[in-house]
C-alpha cells in the first residue's frame, strides 16, 4: 500500500540510532541519507517500501508504526534490541488472541513518544 512513511522527529540522532538498532533484526538498513533536515531512508534491501525520519522542530501527534515480522523471534529479538536502544516497554512479546489467534507482537515506545510495534501473524514454526 506505502511507498514510503516520513515524519518528523526532535532528536534526528537518537532517533536513527534507536531505529537502526531496534529494526535491525528485521534486516532493516540504510538505504540512503542526506542532511538531518532531508533525513535518512530505512528499509530491507529487497523491499520497495521505506520509512524515512528527518529532523523537525514541530512537535507532531503521536504515531503508531507496525512492522511486519517473518517469525516470532524477530520480535522477540526487535523487542530486546529496542530496549537496549532506549526504548520503553509497551508490551512484552507474545500472543494477543484479541486480534487473532497468530497475532504474535511486541510494543516498545521511541524516542519520541511513538508506539513501535513488531507483529508476526503467522503460526509458530
Not at 77 to 94: I, M, R
Amino acid at each position: 500500500m506505502f511507498d514510503h512513511v516520513k515524519f518528523g522527529v526532535s532528536d534526528y540522532a537518537a532517533s536513527k540510532t534507536f531505529f537502526l538498532k531496534a529494526l535491525e533484526p528485521l534486516g532493516i538498513a540504510v538505504v540512503s541519507e542526506g542532511p538531518p533536515a532531508y533525513g535518512v531512508e530505512l528499509c530491507r534491501p529487497e523491499d520497495k517500501t521505506s520509512l524515512c525520519l528527518f529532523q523537525t522542530e514541530e512537535r507532531p501527534a503521536h504515531l503508531h508504526l507496525a512492522f511486519m515480522a517473518e517469525t516470532r523471534r524477530q520480535v522477540e529479538a526487535f523487542y530486546h534490541a529496542a530496549l537496549e536502544a532506549g526504548g520503553k516497554d509497551n508490551g512484552a512479546p507474545g500472543l494477543r488472541p484479541h486480534y487473532h489467534a497468530n497475532y504474535y507482537a511486541a510494543f516498545v515506545i521511541g524516542p519520541d513518544g511513538h508506539n513501535i510495534e513488531v507483529v508476526c501473524q503467522g503460526p509458530e514454526a
